[in-house]
């Protein structure tokens, strides 16, 4: 029997780069292997962008679309829309009982977030939500319902992995054995860079390349990536460990990565040329992606099709363990 992986994706904007290389790229490869579960998390965006629900909404096919394009195949695996399945919120009621405030505000990612989102939630964090504190609880019931068994995260989302396995154990200890403890799935995926050079590409840091970027908007940006500050003149040489330009090379495979190392270093390769090169491999690698995401947009009744039936098979299992849940809690009743 294969094992469940789940994981989740908020519906806040397109796939840029930086999601493709950290985690989803892994997760084409990863539904050959195990029973594969893909949420669109749009409740969790909401605590977030409450006061933005068409934001969320809209992305929410969006990233189906992406997905679906980088090559999730819904044949193997399941797509489906979080707020789709109520269970994920009902559970999140009975594992609130079981987690501490202090606990929650002590969970590093949590921590984190707070104090990245001050427009939102307050220099001190003192307007943070009751939701935005509790999302590691909403996501311990995401990870549950499915009876997910491994969860492919960044390091970033360690905590909330573990907070997820401290419920399930006061869950069992204190009702008796019935959910499943999930484990983290660590890939071998590398945090992407942005085009200015800073350590994460975002979209809130307006420094990504998207999927379906057209070649307007690809040219645009390559052109303005960050260089090595010390090259001024086109033959001077120059340090490719600090240009932005390389970076992308090396990150795509350009067929011709060792040359362009080896110009640059020398001073016999121009950043213009450098980044046209660039502009050209980006197109060529984004082109089957992009051809892919051309025929979902223009076949947007698939794609809705898709999110159907991937949420009801999601229903089908989020309910059996509503089931088993409300047996061990003992408010089974009348059934
Ligand atoms: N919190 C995750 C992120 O921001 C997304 C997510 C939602 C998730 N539900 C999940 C990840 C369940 C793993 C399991 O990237």
């Known amino acids: 029997m294969k094992k469940t992986i789940l994981t989740g994706i908020r519906p806040t904007g397109r796939i840029h780069l930086g999601h493709y290389f950290g985690a989803t790229k892994n997760w084409v490869e990863l539904q050959n292997d195990y029973n594969s579960f893909f949420e669109i998390a749009d409740v969790q965006a909401l605590t977030d962008n409450f006061d933005n629900p068409t934001k969320v909404r809209e992305n929410v096919r969006e990233i189906a679309i992406d997905l679906l394009s980088i090559g999730i195949n819904p044949e193997k695996s399941t797509i489906f829309i979080q707020s789709m399945i109520p269970e994920i919120a009902e559970l999140t009621v009975y594992y609130s009982n079981l987690v501490t405030m202090s606990r929650l505000y002590r969970n590093p990612t949590i921590k984190t977030e707070i104090a990245q989102k001050k427009a939102i939630f307050g220099n001190n964090g003192e307007s943070v939500t009751y939701g935005f504190v509790g999302y590691p609880v909403s996501q311990a019931a995401d990870i549950t319902a499915f009876k997910g068994e491994l969860i492919p995260v960044g390091e970033d989302q360690l905590p909330l992995i573990e907070q997820c396995r401290e419920i399930v154990r006061k869950f069992n200890s204190i009702y008796g ?159």
């Open 177 to 335: 054995e019935t959910l499943k403890e999930p484990e983290a799935y660590l890939s071998k995926t590398t945090r992407i860079k942005g085009l200015d050079g800073n350590e994460k590409m975002g979209k809130s840091l307006g420094n990504a390349i998207y999927l379906r970027d057209n070649e307007e908007v690809i040219t645009k940006k390559i052109m303005g990536a960050v260089t090595d500050p010390n090259k001024i003149k086109k033959d001077d040489p120059a340090e490719p460990s600090k240009c932005m330009v390389y970076y992308y090379h090396n990150l795509i495979n350009s067929k011709e990565k060792d040359l362009i190392c080896e110009e640059c270093k020398k001073g016999l390769r121009g950043c213009v040329q450098c980044k046209k090169e660039l502009i050209k491999n980006m197109l060529d690698f984004l082109s089957p992606i992009q051809e892919k995401a051309k025929y979902y947009e223009e076949h947007l009744d698939e794609v809705d099709n898709i999110l159907i039936k991937g949420t009801k098979k999601a229903q089908e299992i989020a309910k059996e363990t509503m089931k088993d849940v409300k047996k061990a809690i003992k408010i089974d009743y009348y059934n």
